[in-house]
DNA sequence: TATTAAATGGGAATGATTATCAATGTCAAT
DNA sequence: ATTGACATTGATAATCATTCCCATTTAATA
């Protein structure tokens, strides 16, 4: 069963069929690592699907954010950017911000420790404000090695 | 000397003037807690300083920004949100976001082992990827008391 | 006070995102 | 297979935050 595919019984849930525009958006998603703009995915995507709209992309989207499926992240220049969003732990990765040229790298080490507090600090804040903790974001903002 | 005057010094370094309508910006931002937006911000200094430009609001909370005195935010909803940000460390703070209702509530406890952990990782990665580090962000997303 | 550059406010322009809507596609019950 | 009830789509227009532009005002300095 082919990548995007295993996502299909998760749109059952949501009232939501997996038609083809959104297969192509999952499945061009799912192959990048990168951190992409809606106009940046939709013009990616005229290859494998010419005739694709702004607006499905858009919508596609946020229905994906929704579900669980793709992040949406804000680093502050005009746009949101969203990227594939991994079952797997071990793909389980936070950011870190070139203030100057918008870079964004993915690191993954160093994360052992980080989640284990991350866990702890939940738990004592879900118990404080009453809040239910769903996920959580880690950046490091500065100057990336070009922007030097 | 009171509040926003303390500042005056650190306008010299950036070519630039404390004016009145900076004075003011700066005045309000220093005695909210909250996260504003720019809309926000204009609206409240009407009283204060009735005439201020939205134009003039803008430029002068990215030059605060630039300065570092003032952080943005953004979180994913369509505009940008300030807040004053203080020198003290003991109001240093992280926050934790309803995916909801877009409430930002601050929290501060917790904070000495996270920042423990924090300076940690920020040398290692900033070692690893070649990177200066400046500043950080965590957040917690979730559902506030409110919205459960 | 005269000179000069920085800053301001208002309005227009830009650009990302949303809303609208007629046309299609999907699915299940007939 | 046909129909009815909705969900989805793509094109376009509308919205709304932010930036640009520029004539006028203000601050700093000599
Ligand atoms: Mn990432
Ligand atoms: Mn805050
Ligand atoms: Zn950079
Ligand atoms: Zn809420």
Redesign the pocket.
Known sequence: MSGPRKLKHR?EG????L????EAILEFLSKSSKHM???EIYASLHGS?P??????????L?LLARMGIVTKL?IGD???RYEFKSKEKDEHHHHLICTNCGKIINYSEFLDEELGLVKKTEERLAKKYNFIIQDHNIEFLGICEKCK
């Open positions: 749109f949501y009232a939501s069929r038609t083809a525009p959104r703009s809606a106009k699907y005739g694709i709209g702004l607006s499905t992309v858009y919508r596609t946020d804000a005009g746009q949101s």
